[in-house]
């Protein structure tokens, strides 16, 4: 019983700390993977006018010892927005449906990198709140066998169960955006 009572008030401690807690603005996060490319994006601004874009930057250094390629879906990529959160999604591979597929693939060759800028435009976040905001990436090393638009006449699964093993993909966030009001 002696011992029980320290930990209670521990763990009665933990909740009241956490009840006064808030998220920290996250501005910039990074990640590495194992194949030793890196993963940046960020929001410069971080406090939006209602009616402006958010603009969220990113970069992809390649410090492998080889070349990747950055996949990016060209169609049907719409953007995830759901309570407070933005999604930029991963682009995934749906094996399953013999629907026409349409990626590209931006070459990284070992020791560069590349950056760009996604935008959300006001028309889809429409409030002023705090957002939430991920950003989907992905990437392959080898481009053997893959082409990257279908053609009418050709049955698109086995490109997409080839592409679906070799891709690998991250989620970068939650970044934080304050969309403030007039």
């Known amino acids: 019983m002696k011992r029980l009572i320290p930990m209670l008030v521990f763990l009665i401690c933990l909740q009241t700390v956490s009840i006064f807690a808030q998220d920290a603005n996250v501005v910039k996060v990074a990640s590495v993977t194992a194949e030793n490319v890196t993963f940046e994006a960020w929001i410069a601004n971080q406090r939006i006018n209602l009616g402006d874009p958010i603009h969220v930057n990113y970069k992809i250094a390649n410090k492998s010892k080889r070349p990747i390629f950055v996949v990016t879906k060209n169609i049907d990529n719409k953007l995830i927005v759901e309570d407070d959160k933005i999604v930029f999604p991963r ?8 629907e026409a597929y349409d990626y590209s693939f931006k070459r990284i060759n070992a020791g560069e990198s590349t950056s760009g800028l996604l935008t959300i435009t006001a ?26 638009k279908s053609k009418e006449i050709r ?12 891709l690998r993909t991250i989620a970068l966030g939650p970044l934080s955006a304050l969309v ?3």
């Open 91 to 98: 682009p995934f591979v749906l094996v399953s449906g013999h």
């Open 155 to 166: 049955d698109p699964i086995p490109f997409k169960q080839l592409l679906s093993s070799r």
């Open 123 to 148: 028309a889809e976040y429409r409030d002023s709140r705090s957002w939430s905001v991920t950003v989907g990436l992905g990437f392959v090393f080898d481009l053997e066998g893959l082409t990257p």
């Open 180 to 182: 403030v009001g007039n």
